[in-house]
């Protein structure tokens, strides 16, 4: 299981942790929903269903440690909407999840569903745990305990989890066995797809574990034919190296594209030579998937990180990074948001003012729900696709979804997180139009 925290914060309580003020995420949904639904004069009924989510799902269990104690959980699950299809949306494990962030999270899935048109609405969850804490099986326990909690709020028809931070295709695994084990025998082949993200063996997609950093960099080629912008000997830079940081990184290297300084929860590293994402993802690998101590780079600071020069940012970690205070710093061309949320409304302006284009999360980390959906599909039609097919449909979705956002942006004459709003927001508009309001 991947470390997730540093030494310090192992020392402190999840309480302790989960008590630090933080910034409402949800806020920043609220204030990006409200800007794009005063641009498109979105239908002030609609406004008000969109605008809150449909179900909260806060839960509380117990769980044996493996010395015997018995330990409290919270965990929660937040579907915003299903207008278009079953909730879908990742669970994480993190000692700050709290029901603002999730309820932030599900929102962005319900518009990130739709912009890339695939028949989704939007849910996420998250168990508040520093991961780092707990044996695997503790981790094991953990995890069937809030699957069985979770009991038939979700469903293969109803709402479908999938990896996010610190979780893992052995989580969705086990989140697979636990349901199925609660469901009568004959019922138990039909319902494989109430998970996405798990490994090939027990149903898993080919390219499921790459499908979010493949399609930041199908996006970022977009980007960069759209400015007759070469990639070949550009610089870029990553925030994260997990699952979503990882891949971009080792996909822009094949674009022949240099990798200048990276960060994760571990350490910060740079080196203007360049930075082999490979050999960097190999010694993550066998660290614990930590860049600590990587060799072949020089430790900087955080700061130093987010003033570094460079043509491409992405940021893949977690939420409110790039914000009032750290925006002035960033000197690149193009931030692709990797990661959900990674920029809060005072740094997007900020952004807009310097000239940096932003292709913004609900559209540029589409990915991997466009490929979960594969996976959904796969497992409903007893379909084993090959990896070519997977990154040729994943092309295709998220090509397309780029560019109704580019239009969008042209039509209004707007900037991209409020047109790929616009998008998302006119598709919902118009079903709620058609099937009406029950009774
Ligand atoms: P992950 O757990 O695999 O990786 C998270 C990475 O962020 C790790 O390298 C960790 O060290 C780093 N990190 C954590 N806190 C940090 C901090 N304070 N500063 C710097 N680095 C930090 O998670 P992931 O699945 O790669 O998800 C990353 C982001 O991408 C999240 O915002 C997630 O919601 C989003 N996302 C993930 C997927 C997916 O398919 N996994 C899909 C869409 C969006």
């Not at 999270?105 to 319900?110: D, E, G, K, S």
């Not at 594209?257 to 993802?281: F, M, P, Q, R, Y």
């Not at 491409?312 to 990074?321: D, G």
């Not at 580019?406 to 039509?411: C, F, G, L, P, V």
Request: hydrophobic share 40%; net charge negative; proline share 5%.
């Amino acid at each position: 299981m991947k470390a997730s925290h540093s030494d310090v914060e192992r020392t402190l309580s999840v309480r302790e942790i989960a008590s630090r003020k933080k910034p409402s995420v949800y806020d920043n949904v609220t204030k990006q929903f409200n800007k794009a639904a005063d641009l498109m004069n979105l239908d002030p009924d609609i406004r008000k269903i969109l605008a809150m989510t449909a179900n909260e799902i806060i839960v509380h269990f117990p769980v044996r440690m493996d010395d015997g104690r018995i330990e409290m959980f919270t965990a929660y699950r937040v579907q915003h909407n299903n207008a278009l299809g079953p909730f879908k949306g990742g669970l994480r494990f993190h000692p700050l999840v709290d029901i603002d962030e999730v309820r932030a999270l599900a929102t962005w899935m319900t518009w990130k569903s739709a912009i890339a048109s695939i028949p989704f609405g939007g849910a996420k969850g998250g168990i508040q745990l520093d991961p780092s804490r707990y044996s695997v099986s503790e981790l094991e326990r953990i995890t069937r305990r809030f699957t069985f909690a979770l009991g038939s709020n979700i469903g293969p028809e109803y709402d479908i989890p999938a990896p996010d931070v610190n979780t893992n295709p052995q989580i969705m695994a086990w989140i697979l066995d636990t349901y199925l084990s609660t469901m009568s025998p004959h019922e138990r082949q039909r319902c494989t797809h109430v998970v996405t993200g798990k490994p090939i063996e027990s149903g898993g997609s080919v390219g499921r574990d790459k499908a979010t950093g493949q399609g930041v960099v199908f996006t970022i080629e977009e980007w960069a034919k759209d400015r007759g912008f070469s990639l070949h000997g550009a610089t870029y830079m990553v925030q994260g190296f997990g699952n979503v940081g990882s891949w971009a990184a080792r996909l822009m290297k094949q674009k022949g594209a240099k990798l200048v300084a990276i960060e994760d929860i571990s350490s910060v590293i740079l080196n203007l030579e360049g930075i082999d994402s490979d050999e960097l993802a190999n010694y993550a690998k066998n660290n614990g998937g930590l860049i600590s101590g990587y060799p072949n780079a020089e430790p900087i600071d955080h700061d130093t990180f987010l003033q570094t020069e460079a043509d491409i940012f992405i940021p893949a970690a977690l939420e409110n990074q790039i914000t009032s205070n750290t925006a002035q710093w960033i000197r690149v061309k193009l931030v692709a948001e990797g990661a959900n949320g990674p920029t809060d409304p005072d740094g997007d302006t900020i952004l807009r003012e310097k000239g940096i284009d932003v292709i913004p999360d609900i559209l540029c980390n589409a990915g991997g729900v466009i490929v979960s959906y594969f996976e959904w599909l796969q497992n409903k039609r007893s379909e084993f696709w090959e990896l070519e097919e997977v990154d040729c449909k994943l092309h295709k979705k998220i090509v397309s979804a780029y560019a109704r956002v580019r239009d969008m942006a042209k039509e209004f004459s707007t900037d991209w997180r409020t047109a790929a709003y616009i998008v998302a927001l006119s598709c919902l508009e118009r079903v709620y139009k058609e099937r009406g309001i029950f009774p």
